[in-house]
Every structure is written in structure tokens, then in C-alpha cells.
């Protein structure tokens, strides 16, 4: 059986984004730029259907139960002309818990925790803050979402969830994927074990 095709959008850009703020499961809405970006993702996912022959109002789309990438959706939707609530929503796909560390910079992060962002920076995969989870942990449940698919797929989510994804799918490794930057604004498609990203 085709392993299914996923067409990924990170969120766009929320206030805390730029100013380097941790978000994990806090409900941060999309900026200007954030908004300006979902449009932007719109155009390049409805060139992405043009060329692989998809029929947009066909595939089913899914998102992050967190308010920005909800609102990212919906703006994609709208740009996509189909309606907007027509979507479903997956706990496996919301963003890394930060615990304690919601809401601040790394720099904050460091300062109030200084024993655990030190083994954190040794080993992003495995080390939480207090209160917050593991790559580890958003690996197996994005894997576990992963697997449920039985066809293409368009979802919106998040920068963690995308690397997890990555390792999940064994296109990264841990090491690798634990500082990627993951474009907002874009589209990541996952495709016979294989990824490209269009912008």
C-alpha cells in the first residue's frame, strides 16, 4: 500500500516568535507577518495540487489543536477558497511542551535553569525542562498519527512537530534535527520517505 503523501505547514509567525519566546502549548495568535505568511503558504500549496494533480477540496486537512495554527489553517482555507471549518483537529499534533520554560527567551531559559539547559544543550532529544516534554515523546506521538493515515494528507503544525516528524520518518536523526529551522510560510512535503520544501 502508497505510504501517504503530507503536505506540512508550520504556523505563521506569532509576536512571541519574534521575540524568541518559547511557546510550546501556550495560545500565542499569528501576527501580521504570521498571517501574511499563511497566505503565502496558500499560494504555494495550490501550485504543489497543479503540479501532483491533487483536487484540493478532496484531501482531508488537519491541524494542531493550538490556537496559531488553527488560525494559520483557516487563513490557508480562505486563500484556497474552500470552507473554513472544514478541517479536524489531532492532539498528537500540538506543539513541545516547554514546562517551566513557556513563555521565556533561551537566554531566560538558561538564567532560571541553568543545571538542565546545560544537559538540554548536550542532548535536545532526550532532556525536559521541568514540567515539559521530550523530543523523544513528540516523536512517538507524531509517529503514532503518522501511521493512522490512509491517504495524502495537507496538516499544520508546529516547528517541534516537524522535526519530530523528520526523525520519526528517519529522513534526520535526532542530532541533526534538534536545531533545524523550520521555515514558516512554507510547505514541507513528505513523500516516499523523502522530503523537499517548496517556498
Known amino acids: 500500500m502508497p505510504v501517504p503523501t503530507i503536505y506540512f505547514l508550520r504556523h505563521g509567525e506569532t509576536e512571541w516568535n519574534a521575540l524568541g519566546r518559547l511557546q510550546g502549548t501556550q495560545d500565542i495568535p499569528l501576527n ?3 498571517r501574511s505568511q499563511a497566505a503565502h503558504a496558500a499560494d504555494v500549496l495550490a501550485g504543489l ?22 488560525q494559520t489553517m483557516e ?3 480562505r486563500k484556497l477558497e474552500l470552507p473554513l471549518a472544514d478541517y479536524s483537529l489531532d ?5 513541545i511542551g516547554y514546562g517551566t520554560w513557556e513563555g521565556l527567551t533561551l537566554a531566560e531559559s538558561e538564567a532560571s535553569d541553568p543545571d538542565v539547559y546545560a544537559r538540554r544543550l548536550a542532548d535536545k532529544w532526550t532532556v525536559a525542562p521541568a514540567g515539559g516534554e521530550t523530543y523523544a ?11 493512522s493515515l490512509l491517504v495524502d494528507t495537507v496538516a499544520v503544525a508546529h ?3 516537524c522535526r519530530a516528524l523528520m526523525v520519526a520518518l528517519g529522513i534526520e536523526t535526532p542530532a541533526s534535527a534538534a536545531d533545524l529551522y523550520i521555515q514558516q ?15
Do not use: I
Open 75 to 77: 487563513l490557508v482555507r
Open 32 to 34: 501580521a507577518r504570521g
Open 49 to 70: 495540487f497543479r503540479r501532483d494533480g491533487k483536487d484540493k477540496a478532496a484531501l482531508p486537512y488537519v491541524s494542531s489543536p493550538l490556537g496559531r495554527a488553527r
Open 159 to 161: 516547528g517541534g512537530t
Open 185 to 199: 510560510g512554507a510547505v514541507y512535503v513528505f513523500r516516499d520517505g523523502r522530503l523537499e520544501k517548496f517556498s
Open 91 to 95: 492532539d498528537r499534533l500540538r506543539e
Open 137 to 147: 515523546a513528540v516523536q512517538l506521538r507524531v509517529l503514532d498519527w503518522y501511521e
